[in-house]
């Protein structure tokens, strides 16, 4: 009460001390509504200056972290108006044949779902109210997240602040400025929606039933592979319907046959030369793919792999390209002027807690 009182009159360190318990899961929720990392710090950072702004008029009929999902909440409905939803490749159009069509080239402007880092949770674990529907691990899968950015903006608040992070109807209601009868009802159309897009069984689930040593050597496996530039071994790993993307170019392929096109006109075509670290990225296991650069005399950043698992073969791999490394040569750079060199990569992968080169 005393540090509340405080940033009441003023105190900005008290301030600071009272929201920063909560900084950690208002940032996954606003990566929850929003699909994007960068989306998300602009919308936290937004909504921790209103409710700065706003604290004096705060009089405690409501907690203060449902307070402050209020305000996140409703800047990121404000967020949503002004920008075109986010999606996944395998969404954005048919699958590619790399032999005929080639890799095609990025999409500039910003419609990718984007990855999200696992550290960036802090200690959400499980549940966050008995009455979630949803681990708040799962709630971050690329599945989940995608299935989300297809909701009618309210809608979406209202799932994740149910099914996500278990707030009452009432609760609800009141942070969107309804009813509680029309909050039910578009819950329950969310619900139908999200429940047609979401696997039956979510990542989380997969990663239990296989546990860690078996985890272990599907990843470590498929990034040998990779390192070897073994095309029947990294097809061996694949379910028969595997997709994969690689976003932010709008080609991707399904099938064992169009995959391996992909893989021997592309990455494991000789022209490449690979290096792979584990990680975690939105509650996946993952690889992160360093490619080796002549003139820097060292493996720079290339792409996150998130492995999407069914049983022990990999469903999906969707590679997220760091777009500063996609080439030693400098005339490919030309068809990303939108990224600075080098930088972006290098800040793409500390975020994940990776090196941002290998020497």
């Known amino acids: 009460m005393e540090l509340l009182t405080a940033a009441q009159q003023g105190d900005e360190t008290a ?10 899961e ?26 700065w702004r706003g604290l004096a008029r705060f009089e405690g009929r ?24 986010r999606v996944m490749p395998l969404e954005y159009g048919p699958s590619w ?31 966050a109210a008995p009455e979630a529907r949803y681990e708040r691990r799962e709630s971050v899968e690329l599945a989940f997240i995608a299935a989300v950015q297809h909701l009618p903006a309210t809608q979406r608040a209202v799932l994740i602040l149910r099914d996500v992070l278990g707030f009452s109807a009432r609760e609800v209601a009141e942070s969107l400025d309804t009813t509680v009868a029309s909050a039910n009802s578009a819950l329950q159309r969310a619900r139908k929606t999200v429940d047609e897009r979401f696997p039956e069984q979510s990542q989380q689930a997969t ?29 061996s790993m694949l379910a028969e319907d595997a997709a994969w993307s690689m976003p932010p170019l709008a080609a991707w392929f399904r099938g064992l046959e169009r995959i391996r096109g992909f893989l021997v006109t592309g990455p494991l075509s000789g022209e490449f030369r690979w290096r792979h670290l584990p990680a975690h990225v939105n509650g996946q296991a993952t690889s992160a793919a360093y490619s080796w650069v002549e003139t820097e005399q060292a493996w720079l950043p290339f792409a996150l792999d998130v492995l999407t698992l069914e049983g022990d073969r990999i469903k999906a791999i969707t590679s997220f390209i760091s777009r500063a490394a996609l080439s030693r040569e400098p005339e490919y750079y030309e068809r990303f002027p939108d990224q600075p060199r080098d930088l972006d990569s290098a800040a793409a992968f500390e975020r994940f807690g990776l090196p941002s080169r290998l020497d």
């Not at 301030?15 to 950690?24: A, E, K, M, Q």
């Not at 078996?214 to 990294?234: C, I, N, Q, S, T």
């Open 62 to 85: 409501s907690s203060l972290r449902s307070w402050l999902y209020t305000i996140a909440t409703n800047t990121c409905l404000n967020h949503i108006a002004r920008r075109p939803k």
């Open 207 to 235: 990663l239990r039933s296989l546990g860690d040593q078996k985890l272990r050597v599907v990843v470590e496996g498929y990034m040998d592979a990779m390192h070897r530039g073994d095309v029947d071994a990294v097809v």
């Open 97 to 127: 044949d790399a032999t005929k069509d080639g890799m095609g080239e990025p999409l500039i402007e910003s419609v990718w779902v984007e990855p999200y880092p696992d550290e960036a949770l802090g200690v959400e674990e499980g549940l």
């Open 15 to 24: 301030f600071g001390s009272l929201i920063d318990p909560f900084r950690g």
């Open 26 to 51: 208002l940032h996954a929720h606003c990566y929850r509504m929003l699909g994007s990392v960068h989306d998300a710090e602009d919308a936290l950072q937004e909504a921790t200056l209103r409710a």
